[in-house]
């Protein structure tokens, strides 16, 4: 599988941007995609994840409310809109898939992950 996130940049506090991750190769549709984010001197961590459906997502409590993954199977593609961001949501943005519909938030569970784009979030 290989997948390739795209719509990261630079915005104000209080703006919003939507990223969205590519998928191709292996099945996806029965996959758990989920979009996690690595900020400067810090460890990635986990941000949102939707079940193969899509019918299932969960969301770090740094993020909920505010962010809103989902997926178009058909499209093979999975997105993260994200509202209200704040300077502390800077990261890269890394988007992974597992070859489980369990949904689960640890880094080592993901099979497969993007190469990261940036968000960067001005005070």
């Known amino acids: 599988v290989q997948l390739v996130e795209s719509g990261g940049g630079l915005v104000q506090a209080g703006g919003s941007l939507r990223l969205s991750c590519a998928a191709s190769?292996?099945?996806?549709?029965?996959?758990?995609l989920g979009w996690f984010r690595q900020a400067p001197g810090k460890e990635r961590e986990f941000a949102a994840a939707a079940s193969w459906s899509g019918g299932r997502v969960y969301y770090a409590d740094s993020v909920k409310g505010r962010f809103t993954i989902s997926r178009d199977n058909a499209k093979n593609t999975v997105y993260l809109q994200m509202n209200s961001l704040k300077p502390e949501d800077t990261a890269v943005y890394y988007c992974?898939?597992?070859?489980?519909?369990?949904?689960?938030?640890?880094?080592?569970?993901?099979?497969?992950w993007g190469q990261g784009t940036l968000v960067t979030v001005s005070s």
């Open positions: 190769g292996r099945t996806f549709s029965r996959s758990t």
């Open positions: 992974a898939s597992r070859r489980d519909s369990v949904i689960l938030t640890s880094v080592r569970e993901y099979d497969y």
